[in-house]
């Protein structure tokens, strides 16, 4: 079990910024540029992450689309070797944008379905990371933007969390601070707000083949598993920007 609350950096906000360039010839375009803030770096599965993004085609190119996904990468460790297997848990795809246009992404929720918590407490050999991933899609054979904000995933959500009673403001134009609006005072939750109670869920990508080589048609039992992981049935405007 891992507990949020004992995370400090769970409850901080987070902001990237990167750019690239399209290349013809000897030519380089003026620069694609993509800046991604969530609100806190900390969830429990069935929370949403809120999205604010904000991209600027400098190019002349029109850009395919955009989206948003939560990476697992998963760490072997051996005494002198490891292994990383990097796996899409869930993915949103938004617009695209025509060539020196903008494109915001302005609290877009992406649930987070059951999964393992992050860093798998008390296991020296496996480490879990997870990350939200914003990426650009740019066209032919160019490489896409991509920028990555680390997550925790806990088992116990984070106390004290306030939903706000009016939306975010738009995500401002880059550069510049994000966001740059006035963020709305946060109200008090009810007093006998409660957030719901854990339950369990299979995790995402359902069942596995656990049948062995020398296993027969005598097995008793079946022959597939779906491991169960803490689940929290929160709706859309629980701890979330209304």
């Known amino acids: 079990m891992l507990d949020l609350n004992l995370i400090p950096s769970a409850r901080h906000p987070a902001t990237v910024n990167d750019s690239k360039t399209l290349c013809c010839l000897c030519c380089a375009s003026a620069p694609i540029t993509a800046q991604v803030h969530i609100d806190r770096m900390g969830f429990v599965p069935g929370e949403f992450i809120s999205i604010n993004a904000s991209v600027e085609n400098g190019s002349t190119s029109k850009l395919p689309g955009t989206s948003a996904s939560i990476i697992q990468q ?42 393992p918590p992050s860093m798998l407490q008390y296991c020296n050999i496996i480490d ?44 401002p134009p880059m550069p510049g601070a994000f966001p740059t609006g ?3 005072a946060p109200q008090p939750p009810p007093s006998d707000f409660q ?12 069942e596995v083949d656990i049948k062995d080589d020398d296993d027969n048609e005598h097995m008793m039992g079946g022959t597939t598993f779906a491991p169960q992981y803490t689940y929290y049935d929160w709706s859309q405007s629980a701890f979330t920007y209304n």
Do not use: H
């Open 74 to 115: 998963v760490i072997f460790k051996a005494t002198t070797k490891s292994r990383t297997l990097s796996n899409t848990v869930i993915e949103m795809n938004g617009l695209g944008m025509d060539g020196g246009k903008s494109l915001q992404w302005t609290n877009e929720r992406l649930q987070i379905p059951a999964i």
């Open 195 to 206: 957030p719901p109670p854990p339950s369990y869920m299979a995790a995402v990508g359902g």
């Open 128 to 171: 879990i990371q997870y990350f939200l991933q914003f990426m650009v899609v740019t066209p032919g054979t160019s490489i896409n933007l991509r920028t990555k904000i680390p997550l925790q995933i806990g088992s116990i959500p984070l106390q004290g969390l306030t939903p706000y009673s009016v939306a975010l403001p738009s995500a």
């Open 182 to 184: 006035e963020t709305p």
